[in-house]
């Protein structure tokens, strides 16, 4: 077996993963975007978001319950039970994926004819559903390395199935789709696919050569159901909601008299902007992938000082990080779209959106920090409630306002959202955060915006920008010498 790391070092290893793979997939979206056009690729998004909520579906909670069941049994110190946790995890799997995949495969040319509006996408549809049962089983398998912390191993799976996705992806738009939206998507679905294919094999066999011991029984169903339930009811509904929500944008936009082209609005928000405001989040992406079995296990040993220690630590880098990458994707909006896509139509979203980058990425940690405190059944409650105000909002705004519209409903459900998941994390970890630091950090976020903005060059801009924060969040003690001295102090035992 790998050596395991320790939960910083098994972080850092998962962030340079994510940043190279978000660094492949925004690069592969830019390509897109030049290769088909924003409207092309608003109609990849409507397409691959009923693809996502057929996964979801499919996957049913299972990859976040097997982290969570595993990381339960190794933190009591009995190893023995994970074999059948991760045999009943992957029975769990089949059923599920199978009947979705059977469902998407019989209704693809509905859902491509009355839901997307473009019978072109069938056959990525139904390619998707036939390769759906091999991805969900991937999620078992990539939950299970995780919460063993077998990160080494999983980094260099995962590593291997981009490159494997991406080669076949670009070789079959190359040489077989051209400019066609419909034949692009097939390409994605395809390289995708094989891509997971791939990684269910390097992970099963790994797993066969532990030569676990596989002769322990324990009650597992009803852990099991009571872990992934609210799991698969939440996901399905946010993603169910999330893809009406895709869906319904263009037709509301219709109806919006300035709103020109309302498929290549919403492709530039959705297909252009959003990769690239998120892209920094890969950073964050390895923190939240291992809290979720970090915290499960702490819970379980009763470890509750440890538990404290890595909400305070988690909050406070996700909002200092947060506020460093808002301010640089506003001041270097026109930047990145000019350099990016070519032109800057999408600089002015992107500004908009830059602004709520603190609280998204704190939103994040939060919910993997909840998750992991086994605060499932919470989650769906707030994930119904903020989902369903969504769509009210969208529907009421967006033949008005267009996509101003479409900004103030992602504002208000998303910061709903994350105080009610705030909220919740500090009163079962009995934590506190007072008021002046969120009020204090935007007031400082926004000063350093305004003075580095007088800046032509944009490299000035970024550096005025962070030392000028920087200065402020030290001042403000919001940023202290002995979270600079913690870090250096990993840096160099590392």
């Not at 839901?115 to 559903?129: E, H, P, Y």
């Not at 395809?190 to 891509?195: E, H, K, T, V, W």
């Not at 079962?428 to 060059?457: D, E, R």
Request: glycine content about 8%; overall charge positive.
């Amino acid at each position: 077996m790998s050596r395991k790391l320790p939960i910083f070092y098994s972080a850092l290893l998962l962030t340079g993963v994510n940043l190279l793979l978000r660094l492949v997939g925004t690069s592969f979206q830019v390509y897109l975007s030049g290769r088909i056009g924003a409207a092309g690729i608003g109609l990849l998004q409507l397409t691959m978001s009923v693809g996502s909520l057929a996964m979801v579906a499919g996957m049913g909670g299972i990859r976040t319950a097997t982290m969570y069941l595993t990381a339960e049994e190794l933190g009591k110190g009995k190893a023995r039970h994970v074999a059948p946790v991760l045999s009943a995890c992957l029975l769990y799997s089949i059923a599920f994926s199978g009947a979705i995949a059977g469902a998407l495969y019989h209704f693809a040319p509905w859902l491509a004819d009355n839901w997307i509006g473009d019978i072109r996408i069938v056959d990525s549809l139904r390619l998707f559903a036939a390769f759906l049962p091999t991805v969900c089983l991937c999620g078992v398998m990539t939950g299970y390395f995780t919460a063993a912390n077998r990160i080494g191993t999983l980094a260099a799976v995962e590593v291997a199935e981009q490159l494997c996705s991406m080669v076949i992806t670009m070789g079959a738009l190359a040489f077989w789709a051209g400019q066609d939206p419909g034949k692009a998507c097939l390409c994605v679905v395809l390289g995708s696919s094989l891509g997971a294919c791939l990684t269910l094999v390097c992970l099963v066999v790994l797993r066969l050569r532990e030569r676990a011991s596989t002769d322990a029984r324990i009650p597992i169903r009803s852990r099991l159901f009571q872990t992934a339930f609210p799991l698969a009811i939440a996901d399905d509904l946010r993603t169910g909601i999330n893809t009406a929500e895709n869906l319904m944008v263009p037709k509301r936009l219709a109806l919006n008299t300035a709103t020109a082209d309302p498929l290549a609005a919403f492709g530039l928000v959705s297909g252009m902007v959003f990769p690239v405001i998120m892209f920094p989040a890969a950073i964050l992406f390895g923190l939240n992938e291992l809290l979720i079995p970090e915290l499960a296990r702490c819970s379980a040993a009763g470890s509750g000082k440890r538990i404290h220690h890595l909400v305070r630590k988690s909050l406070r880098v996700a909002l200092v990080y947060g506020l460093a990458c808002g301010g640089l994707l506003f001041l270097l909006a026109d930047a990145l779209c000019q350099s990016l896509y070519g032109s800057l139509d999408a600089a002015k979203f992107m500004r908009w959106y830059a602004l709520l980058v603190p609280m998204l990425y704190c939103d994040s940690v939060t919910d993997a920090m909840t998750k992991g405190l086994g605060q499932q059944k919470v989650c769906v409650r707030y994930n119904i409630l903020t989902s369903a105000l969504d769509v009210a909002f969208l529907y009421i705004l967006l033949p008005r306002y267009g996509m101003e519209g479409y900004f103030v409903s992602f504002l208000a459900t998303h910061l709903l959202n994350f105080c009610l998941s705030l909220r919740r994390l500090l009163k079962i970890t009995g934590q506190a955060i007072p008021f002046h630091i969120p009020a204090l950090s935007a007031s400082a976020m926004l000063f350093a915006i305004f003075a580095a903005s007088f800046l032509a060059v944009p490299a000035q801009r970024a550096g005025a920008y962070l030392l000028i924060l920087g200065c402020q969040l030290f001042l403000m003690k919001i940023l202290t010498r002995a979270d600079i001295l913690w870090v250096m102090g990993l840096l160099r035992n590392g």
